[in-house]
């Protein structure tokens, strides 16, 4: 349950991205799995959203016209604005990723920093760019140099609590003309253990002169939200697995932002709708196959919330037909809510152990 929470917060109208103008100051975190054009039209349709970030692509498999990363990049006219984040290390390579997805509609380009997966590190990229202040600049130059849309970083903190080396770095990526920075308050050591360092995000805010920095980590709700804001002096926020929970949270926030008031937490029923249309947006877009392979890798975290007991979540994360996708949710919505639903907090999201896992 959404406790009501008052703004003391004096938001400044509207926050711009470079020349995005966005509609909120609420966006949508690259999640790979997750934030592909399905998932991100049903999140949409909630509202309060002010921009969505694709999972993160590598521009050299972009620039060879890799299906799979097409396929992540997949958009619409409805999906507006979208950034695309892409992962590299190599100047030219990453400047003409950025360009080819300025002509395919990208309103934005996300370069990823904060990625510790061993696969993107290794080669330079992600959160290893953080080691190397004088390439990581050249590379965002290059980026910013090659198109006209807006251009913004995705990092942590730094390498780990020794080295915290986002202030500065977020500095020379002004210097380089980047739009915003958005910062994951821990660093790549610290993998997703402990908890957000809102001092650290602060020292960000605190380095760089103008363009707006967007906090990132561990925002469910109102409350968390609100305690970003507060310590951190952030313009913005992206929410990640937030989302994946409570997909209304961006719509609460505007309204908090408003009103004073996040309004009233979504049934039983309504989260039982936004499964239904997620999946179904799957299916509109490539097929049934498509749709039921796709949706067996996010059921555990729709079952998270609606707990539908073992044997239907065994049905959803094998789920092979749209008719017996159907026919569950028609079950679920006969049988109503587990007992106490309606008090449950919003549970845990698994994620990965370590900082050189998968996400
Ligand atoms: C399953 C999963 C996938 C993620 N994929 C990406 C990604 O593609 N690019 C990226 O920059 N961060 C990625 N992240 C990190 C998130 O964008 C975000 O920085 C992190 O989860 C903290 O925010 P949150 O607490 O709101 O989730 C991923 C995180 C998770 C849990």
């Known amino acids: 349950m959404q406790t009501p929470f008052t ?11 470079g020349a995005l103008r966005l ?27 002010g921009l969505a970030t694709t999972e993160l692509v590598n521009a050299r ?22 950034a695309v984040q892409i992962f590299g290390a190599d100047d030219r390579e990453m400047a003409a990723a950025a360009q080819w997805l300025e002509n395919y509609g990208a309103s934005a380009i996300d370069i990823n920093m904060g990625c510790p997966v061993h696969k993107v590190v290794r080669g330079g990229a992600g959160s290893a760019l953080m080691c190397n202040a004088g390439a990581a ?8 140099e090659a198109v006209k849309i807006p251009v913004t970083v995705k990092m942590r903190l730094g390498w780990d609590d020794a080295n915290h080396s986002a202030p500065q770095f977020a500095r020379e990526f002004e210097a380089a003309g980047v739009a915003a920075v958005i910062i994951h308050g821990r660093t790549r050591a610290q993998g997703f253990g402990g908890s957000v360092n809102h001092a650290g995000i602060r020292a960000v805010v605190e380095a ?23 310590m951190t002096g952030c313009a913005g926020i992206s929410i990640g697995r937030g989302a994946l929970l409570n997909p209304w949270i961006f719509a609460q926030l505007c309204r908090w932002e408003t009103t004073g008031d996040p309004g009233p937490s979504h049934g039983y029923g309504a ?40 044997e239907i979540q065994q049905r959803l994360v094998m789920i092979a037909s749209s008719a017996d996708f159907d026919a569950i949710v028609r079950h679920l919505r006969d049988k109503g809510p587990p007992p106490r639903w309606h008090e449950q907090a919003l549970p845990e999201l698994a994620v990965p152990k370590g900082p050189q896992s998968h996400w």
């Open 7 to 17: 703004s003391t917060i004096a938001f400044p109208q509207p926050l711009q991205v």
């Open 23 to 49: 509609a909120s100051r609420y966006l949508l975190s690259p999640l790979a799995g997750y934030t592909n054009l399905p998932f991100r039209l049903a999140v949409r349709e909630l509202g309060g959203l």
């Open 61 to 82: 498999a972009l620039l060879m016209n890799s299906k799979k990363t097409k396929d992540y990049i997949d958009t619409c006219p409805g999906d507006q604005p979208f």
């Open 137 to 144: 600049s050249d590379l965002v130059r290059a980026v910013v």
């Open 208 to 230: 760089v002169e103008r363009i707006p920095v967007i906090g990132n980590g561990d925002v469910r709700n109102v409350a968390e939200a609100q305690r970003m804001f507060d």
């Open 271 to 310: 989260r039982l709708d936004f499964m239904a249309r997620h999946f179904h947006l799957l299916l509109d877009q490539r097929g049934e196959k498509y749709a039921c392979l796709t949706f067996r890798k996010v059921a555990n975290w729709h079952c998270r919330v609606l707990r539908p007991g073992k």
